[in-house]
């Protein structure tokens, strides 16, 4: 059998592949109906519809290019039925001569539901903002 953390760091990945792939209909089974996410820059958004809408909106820039979650912890609660996850994440976009990148921390809560587990609350704090030439290995 898997273990919790296990499994939520799994789904992590997924999540950070279809975002790569630029599938926000696809991110829709990873969230509970009630998600609040909290953006990097402060922004709220309210619902598992509307996070979703939120990605396809960003999906839709032509310079965006993606944002992964780097997952660091997971502790589950005791009963089994929570976690709170934290890492680092970083946002990537295309510049005339480069690449913006964001990097921050993260805080989430995974519930399970209905044997699943599904994302309840994203928290994200953006800490740098830098620009990569392209001529940066980086980059």
Request: glycine residues 8%.
């Amino acid at each position: 059998m898997t273990a919790p953390a296990d499994m939520i760091r799994a789904r992590r990945r997924l999540t950070n592949r279809l975002i790569a792939a630029h599938q926000a209909d696809r991110l829709a089974p990873f969230l509970a109906p009630d998600m609040r996410l909290t953006g990097g820059e402060g922004g709220m958004i309210l619902g598992a519809a509307s996070v979703v809408e939120a990605f396809r909106q960003q999906f839709a820039d032509p310079d965006f290019v993606t944002y992964e979650r780097l997952s660091e912890t997971v502790t589950v609660d005791q009963d089994g039925a929570r976690a709170a996850e934290s890492g680092r994440w970083t946002g990537t976009w295309k510049e005339a001569a480069g690449r913006l990148v964001l990097t921050g921390t993260y805080l989430a809560v995974w519930r399970k539901q209905i044997g699943q587990w599904v994302l309840e609350q994203e928290l994200y704090v953006t800490l740098t903002r830098t620009s990569l030439l392209e001529t940066d290995p980086r980059a």
